[in-house]
Structures are given as C-alpha cells and as structure tokens.
C-alpha cells in the first residue's frame, strides 16, 4: 500500500466512528490549546517582569548605611545614623575609573501645593548623573542648570503623576509650585515611566538638586555636614561589576577608617544578582505553567491510545482478511499509526486554532501579558505530531504482530 491508499482507508475508518473519533480528539484539542495559551501567558509574564526589572540596571551598585550595634549589642537601623557624604560619592568618581556614572542622593516627603491644588510626593535632591543611573529622560523643559546643583537653585522636576495632580493638561514648565513653604519653579517635567519592579509608582516624585534638598526641605533632620542618604553609580562594562564592588568596599573602610574585621558601616547591593535571581524565577514560573498544560496533553494522548486498542479489538477480522489477501505487518501497521496521527493531527489543528484565539482574548482582556509567537505554535504542532506517534505506535504494533489464522477465527 502506498501512502495515498494508507491515508484513504485511515480516512474511511475515522469516517466509519466519526462521533467517537471526534470525542477522542477533544483530549489532544484542549490539551494543544492548553499549552498555548499557557505558555504563551508564561512568556508574556516573563518578558513583562523583565521588562520591569531591568528598570534596576544590569551594570548598577546601590550604597546605603550598614545598621550599627550599639553599647548592649543591639542593632540600630540604617536610617538613624549617616556615613556617607559628597566626598565619598566624589572619591569614587575620581579613584575607580571603572565607574561610567555615580550620585549621592536625599530624599523626604511634601506637600506640593499649585494654586487650588495639592498633591502629596516623595521628594530626591540628586546630583546630575543621577538621571543617566536611572534611566530618566525630559518630556518638557530644560531640565537644571549647572548653577542649580551649586547654588541651591529652588527648581524643580516634576514626575509625571505629580504633574498631572497639580496641573491636569497643562505642562507647568515655567510656574511656581509650594513645597511645604518654599516656592520652586518647575524646570523640566520627566518622560512618565509608570509601575516599578517592586509596583509602586515611579512618576509619583520631584526631583531637586541635592543642595537645594539639604538647605530647604530635609528641616530638623540633624543631617550632618554633606551626607547623603544613598549612592548610586554604573560601571562602563558588566563584566566588571564584581571588580568594581570590591574595589568601592576597599576605598570606602579606607575613607571610613574602618580597621581590619571590623564590620562595615555601609551596605553595597549588586543590582545584578537580583536580577538574576528574579529573571530564573520568572523562567521556573514559564516552565511550571508549561508542564502543567502538558498533563492536558498527555491525558488526551491516552485517550487516543485506549481508542485504538478498542479498535484493534473490534476489526481484529478484518486485520485477518488484509493479511490473508498479501498486506504485510508493516502495512497493517502504518494504516493503524495513520489513524492515530490523523486523530492527533486534526485535534492538533482545532486546537491551535483555539489557542491563538483564547491567548489573543486574553491578552485583549488585559488580565495577563501574552506573548505569542511562532515558537509557541510550533511547539505546539510539534506536540500534536509526537502525540500522535508516541501513543499510536503501541496500538499499531500490536496489530500488526496478529496471527492470521486466530484472526481470521473471530
């Protein structure tokens, strides 16, 4: 039998059980729609939480001040005491060459007040490379001045959600907002980023130069001289992260005069390592859902089988005729794998069909990121055909290894 016949007499049998061939197709439908959606919702969250996290940068170290142990051994939170000041942050801009961009930072909530309205933010005093760390660029404006960060400029940088509290459609470049009692002019306002990798809002700010946060909105917070209540710095390659912490950690117990094990007064954070860490999360979260979708699959693939062991059983005759009349066991084995990848094949078919549509609906719902592709159809189609072949074949065999003379005896 060449293929043609093989197909025509798979055909005929399917045609023969329509009702129970469409019920065993149901399994490999729902479970081949099942991987898609799945999997694609899998991607989509994946890409959209790296998306999110890759907001903290790949090539960024973040410095704060360690918790210090008091007189009776306990431990006093980082946030009551300061160790590090502008000439820290301007010793690492001059001694590690390998840093591309690095600023001190404060910051402090208020009250911003616009004429009738009103608005409650967080506030940062930055230095200038602060933006290029974080990736924050101008919609509006001209931004601060060099004179600013020198001269305590009262200027602001308005976050987008700040702005749109206070001035609705209007840019408000250029007018006079209250911070608390001080007045400020909007210099520039910020390209709006939204949710953060951690879900708060990241336009929900104001930016200041630095000096201008010490002298005017910190109050009676008994800041020493110059202190900062973070560092933040980039290096120019990834690869040399690592080199970079070590070397900061060494410069700042050096200025710290910090002795050998003596513990740290500052805490340096490897913005990489938890990217790496949340990015293999996510990607054991996409292999979860993928899997679990492949039980669907599996147990389809079962049905298949278990409906075409009862059909071996039914046409064991005809098995009989086919072999007394020349048809070899592999003849009779093909027309029985082709039934099975028929049943798989049009299952597989409906299914994808139903997968892209559920993956669509649900990305066009906005519940969950969809990311499909056509990856994940043909993995899909891949799945479909391996059913097929991987459940057909035991019921085929069998077949095939029949007697004629007991088969022709039923």
């Given at each position: ?197 951690f879900g708060q809002d990241q336009d929900d700010v104001i930016m200041v130069p630095l000096t201008t946060g010490r002298r005017n909105l910190l109050g009676a917070m008994g800041l020493p001289p110059r202190a900062v209540m973070q560092v933040a710095l980039t290096v120019n390659d990834a690869g040399d992260l690592g080199y970079v912490q070590s070397e900061l950690e060494g410069l700042l117990r050096q200025r710290h005069r910090i002795g050998p094990g003596d513990e740290d007064d500052f805490t340096v954070r490897n913005m990489a390592e938890i990217i790496a860490t949340r990015t293999a999360t996510t990607r054991l979260m996409s292999l979860l859902l993928g899997a679990v979708a ?117």
């Open positions: 039998m060449n293929f043609t016949d093989i197909l025509r007499t798979a055909l005929h049998a399917l045609r023969g059980n329509w009702m129970r061939s469409t019920l065993t197709s149901l399994g490999v439908i729902i479970g081949i729609a099942a991987v898609i959606v799945m999997v694609s919702v899998g991607q989509g969250t994946q890409s959209e939480l790296d998306r999110l996290v890759s907001g903290l940068g790949s090539q960024r170290l973040d410095i704060s001040p360690g918790s210090r142990r008091g007189p009776g051994g306990a431990r006093t939170a980082s946030s009551s005491f300061f160790t590090l000041t502008e000439g820290d942050v301007q010793a690492i801009r001059d001694e590690i060459p390998e840093v591309q961009y690095v600023s001190g930072s404060l910051r402090g909530n208020t009250q911003a007040v616009y004429a009738e309205n009103n608005w409650p933010a967080s506030w940062q005093g930055v230095e200038p490379d602060f933006f290029d760390i974080n990736g924050w660029t101008l919609a509006e404006g001209d931004g601060f001045e060099a004179q600013d960060y020198t001269g305590a400029g009262k200027v602001v940088i308005l976050g987008e959600t700040v702005r749109r509290n206070l001035f609705g459609d209007y840019s408000g470049v250029g007018e006079t907002i209250r911070l608390g009692r001080v007045p400020f002019t909007v210099a520039g306002v910020l390209e709006p980023k939204g949710q953060g990798g492949s039980i669907s699959l599996i147990v389809g693939g079962i049905g298949i089988m278990n409906i075409m062991l009862v059909s071996v059983t039914e046409r064991i005759r005809e098995i009989g005729l086919r072999m007394a009349v020349g048809a070899g066991p592999s003849d009779v084995r093909r027309q029985f794998l082709a039934e099975a990848m028929l049943i798989s094949l049009i299952g597989g078919a409906i299914g994808i069909a139903l997968g892209v549509v559920g993956a669509l609906l649900v990305g066009h719902m906005g519940a969950l990121p969809v990311a499909l592709n056509g990856n994940v159809i043909g993995l899909a189609a891949g799945f479909s055909v391996a059913t097929g072949l991987f459940f057909g074949y035991y019921p085929a065999r069998k077949a095939s290894q029949l007697d004629p003379i007991e088969a022709l005896r039923q």
